[in-house]
């Protein structure tokens, strides 16, 4: 969890600093704008005086050691600009691996679905994650209890003579009353009945049955 959280906690940070950036660079544009405007005033300017008194283009370059410290400084702020841009993607490439693998990877049943081409009907699968190995030795050990109820409540019914014409339990237990799931051609003997669910054991072992 600290691995996912860490990421965002960044991002966060270079939100804010993107919003810090942005505005210094809209007061850096109008400067420069106005400074363009002032500059090209001043070649106009240069351009309609007398021959005589007309400069050279080198010579309206007043501070040419300021200019090289400017330069220096844009590039150096291009490069942080690009490291920050580079980790963003990092980070966003992250947070997408670990999307992938919790949402994608992880699926035994990946996500479909089939849309009509003359209607607007659309069928959808249910995703389902791989399970894991201590979800499977639960599913075992609710396996094995049940059948040990099962195999008390055979012997109780097997006892009492006025029960012996009643359908055997494996057949009760096929289909769950009120479900359509053995039409599909799935059927799990060891789930409850819907009317025998009481306790909270029983609630509990149902879903990791219906699992």
Not at 87 to 97: G, N, Y
């Amino acid at each position: 969890m600290d691995k996912t959280r860490a990421p965002g906690a960044k991002m966060k940070g270079m939100q804010f600093k993107q919003v810090i950036k942005k505005e210094e660079n809209e007061n850096l544009r109008k400067t420069i704008k106005e400074l363009r405007g002032t500059i090209q005033e001043m070649l106009l300017e240069n351009e309609n005086v007398p021959a005589m008194e007309r400069l050279a283009q080198h010579e309206l370059n007043l501070d040419v050691e300021g200019q090289k410290g400017l330069d220096a400084m844009v590039e150096q702020d291009a490069t942080r600009v690009r490291e920050e841009i580079e980790w963003e993607i990092l980070a966003k490439r992250f947070l997408r691996d670990v999307l992938k693998r919790q949402c994608w990877d992880s699926l035994k049943v990946k996500s479909r679905s089939v849309k009509g081409f003359h209607c607007e009907h659309e069928v959808k699968n249910y995703p389902l994650k791989e399970r894991t190995e201590k979800e499977v030795e639960e599913l075992h050990r609710v396996q094995n209890m049940r059948k040990i109820e099962m195999a008390a409540i055979t012997l109780l019914k097997s006892a009492n003579e006025e029960e012996q014409d009643e359908e055997d339990l494996t057949t009760e237990s096929d289909v769950v009353t009120g479900s359509f799931s053995a039409q599909f051609g799935y059927s799990n003997p060891y789930i409850y009945d819907q009317f025998s669910v009481r306790t909270t054991e029983q609630k509990i072992n149902q879903i990791i049955l219906l699992q």
